[in-house]
């Protein structure tokens, strides 16, 4: 694992390729200097998740590529155990489905079966495909061994966050955000509740990423809360900036200090000081190098989840990283681990 500086703010990195990569791959070296190899490892570590990306869509582009050939190949296999073609058994499996539903709107009656919307000739050769394969892919033995890129795992030493919750916790979100993106504002909603579930067992890191392009007035919004946390009152400012108009400008930002119970002579002066607006940027140039390129983007014990998701996403994300957090607890320890330092808690 490697340290890096970037905008002030010290980044360890380490991509689980090297786990979910053969060793062979792993070690494979691509270049020399006087003798001294850089390995395949070095040049993943140091892409991180801009190569995941390009390796995702990749996935992507295969992984529909072979369901269309596994699909072929099963109706293909099936047209000629029945002596058919396939369009033949496709209409077949049509046939059946329409008698099916004919059967369903009988047993309705009249109210029912005038309500039933009849499906399009495109739906009903869809629907007769997926009976078919369902079928099929029971029958047969389909193993499909194609895997998705191992997801580049970012520990961040989280200089310059703001955290709420335990130091202990064994699992940390690292939230990247803009006050004024409305994604943002629903998603605060669900990690309230995520945090309530879960207590002291997970931390929450609050980064700025305001979007200027989308969001003019947010860059403001992000330096009023830094003025906010240096009266230690961030959380408060935090919370009632989520809940206040989209575009909170600088006499709502002035209500919300008072509301927040922030001095305001010296909110007023803060809000004139460079180095407040340097934590802002810092925290943006950290985010583009970890990847994010939109809001919210979080990093769940260093795995990224992108997007305002459903509470179940996160519920799930934070008890894989309890169960790796278990299993790693479980293992003998092989090198120290230094925790981060430098950021405050609630």
Known sequence: MKGRVVAGILFAISVPVLAGTPAAVRDTVLATVDGSPVTEAEVREAIGMPLYRLELQAF?????????????????????????????????????LAALRDADAAQAGPEGSSAARIPTAAEQHVAARDSLLGMLTARHKVVQMLAPPPQPRVQDALAGGIARGSAAAPVTIVGFTDFHCPFCRMSEATMSELLEKYGERVRYVHRDYPIAKLHPQAPRAHLAARCAAQQDRFWPFHDRLFGAAADAGEQQLAAIATDAGLDATAFAGCLQDPAMATAVQDDIAAGTRLGVTGTPTYFINGHMVVGAQPLSRFVDAVEAALAEQTKALAKPATAAVRPAAGVPSR
């Open 60 to 96: 992507e582009l295969r992984q529909q590529k072979l369901h269309e050939l596994l699909t072929q190949r099963l109706l293909a296999a099936e047209a000629a155990r029945r002596g058919i073609t396939v369009p033949q058994l496709l209409a077949q499996e049509m046939a059946r």
